[in-house]
């Protein structure tokens, strides 16, 4: 595999649950501040679940997602110009109107149209983000892409039918007495952009995507893979794209959605792409704080591991209770940790075995 030539992150904008903008991110990640509550925008009197992380005053998807778009152009410094060779790539949830949106979006942002569309469940946002460098690698100047997710009532009913959600109103990923996930709103975009482009307008990105990885189990339509052979395949692959040895990561934002299964086969995983580094590096999953964003979580968790670089800080695994045996790492508890190396792991899982894993590093 050749290496890959890094590629800027030089413009983002986020929401969650946890607020607007990247302050409150990075905030209630660094503090493991939850924002698991009642749900209220839909009737959930009839579930066995109540409870997900879902902000106060939503607009419809199509306006956040427009609103976060322009904002990560903004923050890019993109002007006209520059926004109209730009394709969008966008994740979300597949339905009927998805193209709609697509086209929308990138004619209200003034971007040169909707490239594609990604509706790959729980690694559409981070595969979205693989293809944008990819794409950069073959001579595109800059990419937009954007996800996002905001807690409905379909999705509600069938993880919690499926009984895979968190019946003690919090998640606890890694930990002993984990009972699953919540989900949680997530919508975000970044502009990635190649070297070369932002030399020529006088821009530094204070971060890189410098690998990325990808690699599918064909194990279980739901269940993962036990050894966790596809994602560690995802990692292996980042890695060596970023021509960078597992002692070199500093930071591992887990995929981990505090179930049982899942967050076993992860640090399995992690042992066999990272071996004895593995339970060195500090590792822990945010989604215990913002909640399961689904198809936007790669791009949610992604935004978040930057402003961590960036803050020099890395995020506590809230929730934690106590050690499982199922999953020796090195998992960040009680307060955050300062960033040791300028390499960082996004992961994430979703079902029909689909693994990713995208690498960055603090310029």
């Given amino acids: 595999m050749v290496e890959a030539t890094p590629v800027g992150i030089a413009g983002l904008a986020v929401l969650s649950a946890l607020g607007r903008g990247v302050e409150p991110q990075l905030a209630a990640a660094l503090s493991g501040a939850a924002a698991f509550g009642p749900v209220e925008r839909f009737d959930v009197s009839g579930r066995r679940v109540g409870v997900a992380a879902t902000l106060g005053q939503v607009d419809t998807l199509t306006a956040e997602l427009a609103g976060v778009i322009e904002a990560a152009c903004v923050d890019a410094g993109l002007n006209a110009a520059q926004r109209a060779a730009a394709p969008l790539l966008l994740a979300l949830h597949g339905y009927p109107g998805a193209t709609g949106c697509a086209v929308e979006l990138a004619e209200r942002a003034g971007l040169a149209g909707a490239g594609r569309i990604y509706i790959g469940a729980c690694v559409s946002a981070s595969t979205a983000v693989a293809d944008a460098a990819a794409m950069i690698?073959?001579?595109?100047?800059?990419?937009?892409?954007a996800a996002g997710y905001l807690v409905e009532p379909d999705q509600f009913a069938l993880?919690?039918?499926g009984q895979a959600m968190s019946a003690d109103g919090a998640v606890r990923p890694f930990s002993a007495g984990r009972q699953g996930l919540l989900l949680g709103d997530g919508v975000a975009a970044v502009v990635l952009e190649s070297g070369a482009a932002a030399?020529?307008?006088g821009h530094q990105?204070?971060?890189e995507l410098v690998g990325w990885g990808r690699a599918g189990d064909a194990y279980h339509p739901c269940q993962p893979a036990p050894e966790g052979r596809g994602l560690a395949r995802a990692i292996e692959a980042a890695l060596q794209r970023a021509?960078?040895?597992a002692n070199a990561i500093?930071?591992?934002?887990?995929?981990?959605?505090g179930t049982q299964l899942s967050d076993a086969a992860e640090a399995a995983a992690l042992h066999h792409a990272l071996g004895a580094a593995a339970g060195q590096v500090p590792v822990s999953s945010t989604k215990a704080v913002h909640g399961h964003a689904l198809e936007a979580s790669g791009l949610l968790e992604l935004v978040i591991t930057v402003l961590s670089l960036q803050a020099g800080?890395?995020?506590v695994n809230a929730g934690y209770l106590a050690p499982d045996d199922s999953c020796a790492l090195d998992v960040i508890v009680s307060s955050p940790r300062p960033v040791a190396t300028p390499y960082a792991l996004s992961l994430n899982s979703a079902?029909?075995?689909?693994?990713?894993?995208?690498l960055v590093r603090a310029t």
């Fill in 137 to 145: 690698g073959r001579g595109a100047d800059r990419v937009v892409v």
């Fill in 159 to 161: 993880f919690d039918a």
């Fill in 199 to 201: 030399a020529a307008r």
């Fill in 205 to 207: 990105p204070a971060t």
């Fill in 243 to 245: 021509g960078v040895s």
């Fill in 250 to 257: 500093g930071y591992v934002n887990a995929n981990a959605t």
């Fill in 313 to 315: 800080k890395l995020p």
């Fill in 351 to 358: 079902f029909g075995g689909a693994n990713t894993a995208l």
